[in-house]
């Protein structure tokens, strides 16, 4: 009767498990993560009586997981993308939004500006139309400022969000190790023991890493799991757990980058090859909205230096060579703040980039390297564009002299301010030539009678025989008393001198006849940074804005009658509004914003299909899971009242053991 009673309490156990399974299973069905169990019983060893076996009951040999690898991987996976997708459409909106708005949108002030202009030149002698003029750039100027402020502002909320991340990924490998030690003790330990509910946690914590990182889930000892994330960094060895740290960038310290750190020894984390939200926050940071503040930058700093320059060729009402009317886009604080050096030990300089040809100017960035550098001598570059990967080498054969370098085909040159640590070979600078014009652009003149709306009275031009590639224009009119002062009938003639140097330019100045009115050789020395220099020539002064002259280049100083009323420099600023001066003469200043404008909408509408596709795949990949591993709650009730009508028929087959066994105490007595 033993065996009877063994076999009742063997039903009772089994019963109560499964009973307990299933509550537990009822209990958790809101769970996220939660995986439904059941209970595993098989047959207890048989007794053998004669040459017949009778079972003695049931044992409960697992409670198992329902759980699908393949399943949890690929909703591992789908995650991941959803999650960069997101992000992506998330960033890319948020810009589309702001530049494209009629709202916030540059267009409209660079329109008005424009129409104010317009009605300059058709009353060039109007102050009222010059102050709204005056008024309309500021408000233009202002709306670059403005966006310019806004996407610095996205920018700087990614690299919180870059900061934040990385808190919560160290904190989630820290949880993922401590499961895994957790896990690794139960299933190791001498009683055996499920860890189903430890699993389906660091499950949970796997899947939300998933959503900041891609990750790959590798097992390992005592159902331990490493985990890697990105392009193959290890986060989680089994019981231990690296952090991710968010450190400064280099050279752009505003720049933050991700880095993983193990006892005080850090590795840098390439964050675009990440994937997950933290991937699309790099991405979108450094392709989207760095792209967008260059090309914002690339608008204003052409409009406004085109305007600048059409200025100075022109005669405000006062009778003055026109001024910029916008801030200097080479002034010296702005081609020192356009690069910036890396921390790399090699060395210290002190480079400015200047501007030179709208036409070839990008919104590209490059990276500098020293490829040679012999102190006061040689020094040489590799210059690489980080957009197209083409690299070229320059240099300056004599420091003593020259100070200054051009890159071939990008419409900028670099200057060599001050060299204070000498340069190793290696030595790296980021180039960075339009990131900050719109934020630097500011309306410089506020009074409206030195607008340059007439043609300026005397011109400067070229001998069509010139062999050299200076360009000239006269910057000031400062005596028009001097005896050489040009009118209708003597121009003035500057022929350079056989004495000129690469430092310093000679010259003579020949009348109308060719007889030579000064009596003693002038000169005018070269600034090795700028290359400029400036000639002075019958009470005016002629500046060199570029290139350089050859042996016997002339240049003719002409009368041009001018006065009240004459719109012809005025005419010329308007015309500029459809002038194709950019991306090599075939943009306009509108054309590069508006460029600009359907390639994030283009990105943002790519990042929404994509993202709607990714939801769909993420979405079906959970349901898979929900439909193994979910909680059924009919099919749980279907086994609460099975599994309690095997308990109580299991309590009866004990009852009547215990029956059995009083019967036969009561007939022994």
């Not at 069905?29 to 079972?55: C, H, K, M, P, W």
């Not at 994330?229 to 933050?256: N, W, Y």
């Not at 600009?596 to 939801?615: C, F, H, P, R, Y």
């Amino acid at each position: 009767m033993a065996d009877l009673l063994q076999i009742g309490l063997s039903g009772i156990y089994s019963s109560q498990a499964s009973l307990t399974t299933t509550s537990h299973n009822i209990s958790n069905v809101s769970t996220e993560g939660y995986s439904r169990q059941t209970v595993d019983t098989s047959a207890a060893g048989a007794q053998r009586l004669s040459t017949n076996f009778i079972g003695s009951g049931s044992v409960v040999t697992s409670i198992d997981r329902a759980y699908d690898q393949f399943a949890f991987t690929e909703n591992v996976i789908n995650t991941s993308s959803y999650a960069y997708y997101e992000q992506t459409y998330t960033q890319a909106n948020q810009m589309d939004l702001l530049l494209s708005s009629d709202n916030t949108s540059a267009t409209t002030s660079v329109l008005n500006m424009f129409s104010s202009l317009s009605s300059i030149a058709d009353n060039p002698s109007l102050l009222e139309a010059r102050n709204v003029f005056l008024q309309d750039a500021s408000s233009m100027v202002n709306q670059y400022n403005t966006l310019y402020s806004h996407l610095e502002t996205q920018y700087e909320s990614v690299n919180a969000e870059i900061d934040n991340s990385a808190d919560v990924i160290t904190e989630l490998a820290q949880s993922i190790a401590s499961l895994n030690s957790q896990i690794s003790i139960v299933t190791g330990s001498a009683s055996g023991g499920d860890a189903n509910d430890l699993l389906d946690k660091r499950n949970l914590a796997i899947t939300e890493l998933s959503e900041y990182v891609n990750t790959s889930v590798v097992a390992a000892d005592n159902n331990m799991v490493n985990i890697y994330i990105g392009s193959g960094q290890g986060l989680v060895m089994g019981t231990v757990s690296q952090s991710v740290i968010a450190v400064d960038g280099d050279p752009d310290l505003t720049r933050k980058e991700l880095a993983l750190n193990f006892n005080g020894q850090s590795t840098a984390i390439n964050g675009n090859k990440l994937g997950g939200g933290v991937g699309a926050l790099f991405n979108s940071r450094d392709n989207d909205i760095e792209v967008a503040m260059n090309q914002l930058g690339q608008s204003v700093i052409g409009l406004t230096h085109a305007i600048n320059e059409q200025q100075k060729e022109g005669q405000t009402l006062n009778g003055e060579i026109g001024a910029d009317i916008f801030n200097d886009i080479n002034s010296t604080e702005s081609m020192q703040n356009r690069v910036l050096s890396h921390d790399d030990g090699l060395g210290k300089a002190t480079l400015s980039v200047r501007i030179d040809d709208l036409s070839e100017l990008s919104a590209d960035e490059f990276t500098l390297k020293v490829s040679e550098y012999t102190a006061g001598s040689t020094l040489s570059f590799t210059v690489t564009n980080n957009t197209t990967g083409l690299s070229q080498e320059v240099s300056i054969d004599d420091l003593s002299t020259e100070a200054r370098v051009a890159i071939p085909g990008a419409g900028i040159s670099i200057g060599i301010d001050s060299i204070t640590q000498p340069l190793e070979e290696g030595k790296e600078f980021t180039l960075r030539p339009t990131r900050n014009g719109a934020k630097e652009a500011v309306v410089l003149e506020n009074d409206a009678e030195k607008i340059a709306a007439a043609d300026a009275e005397i011109k400067a031009s070229l001998n069509s025989d010139n062999t050299g590639t200076a360009e000239f224009r006269v910057s000031t009119i400062s005596n028009k008393s001097d005896n050489n002062y040009m009118d209708e009938e003597n121009p003035l003639t500057i022929r350079i001198s056989a004495n000129t140097t690469d430092s310093e330019i000679a010259y003579n100045l020949f009348d109308k006849d060719g007889i030579q009115v000064n009596t003693t050789e002038l000169t005018t020395p070269v600034d090795p940074l700028t290359g400029k220099a400036t000639f002075i020539a019958g009470g005016v002064e002629v500046e060199m804005k570029s290139g350089f002259p050859a042996v016997n280049d002339e240049i003719i100083l002409s009368f041009n009658e001018t006065g009240d009323g004459d719109n012809r420099n005025m005419l010329a600023i308007t015309d500029l509004q459809s002038a194709k001066i950019m991306n090599g003469n075939k943009s306009s200043f509108q054309d590069i914003y508006n460029n600009m404008l359907s390639e994030i909408g283009a990105k943002t509408a790519n990042a929404d299909v994509a993202m709607q596709s990714a939801s769909i795949l993420k979405d079906q990949s959970f349901e898979r899971i929900q439909s193994l591993s979910g909680v059924n709650m009919d099919e749980e009730a279907a086994n609460l009242l099975m599994y309690q009508q095997y308990y109580s028929a299991a309590a009866r087959v004990i009852t009547v053991a215990n029956e059995i066994f009083e019967s036969l105490l009561q007939a022994s007595r």
